[in-house]
């Protein structure tokens, strides 16, 4: 039985779960958020926001979030040189299929 629950725990662990009281909410809104890194490379980084039209501001922030929970859990430091970051201007934010897209690179 205690081997089971453990099985059926590490599943939903790496299948990327998350229960909803656990959820960090932006705006009043969860993101769904996914950090890739760019060619190979672990410190450059890009991060998609999904369903951003919700609201620009909470998405900007779940995918500030997003970035420095991976750079501080890599490398220690929230210290992200944004190429496109949360702070960019409205009109220069990067939006595919209704995500915010962000590109950073964190120190290393």
Do not use: N
């Not at 450059?44 to 919700?54: P, S, Y």
């Not at 501001?57 to 970035?67: F, I, L, S």
């Amino acid at each position: 039985m205690t081997r089971t629950i453990l099985i059926v725990t590490a599943l939903a662990l790496a299948a990327g779960c998350t229960s909803a009281e656990d959820r960090v909410l932006f705006d009043g809104y969860y993101f769904p958020t996914k950090v890739r890194k760019v060619d190979g490379q672990r410190d450059h980084i890009t991060i998609e926001v999904r369903d951003a039209a919700r609201s620009i501001e909470g998405a900007r922030e779940a995918g500030r979030y997003a970035a420095v929970s991976y750079c501080v859990g890599t490398y220690g430091s929230s210290d992200i040189q944004w190429i496109a970051g949360p702070d960019t201007l409205p009109e220069r934010l990067r939006l595919v299929d209704g995500s915010l897209r962000l590109e950073g690179i964190c120190p290393q």
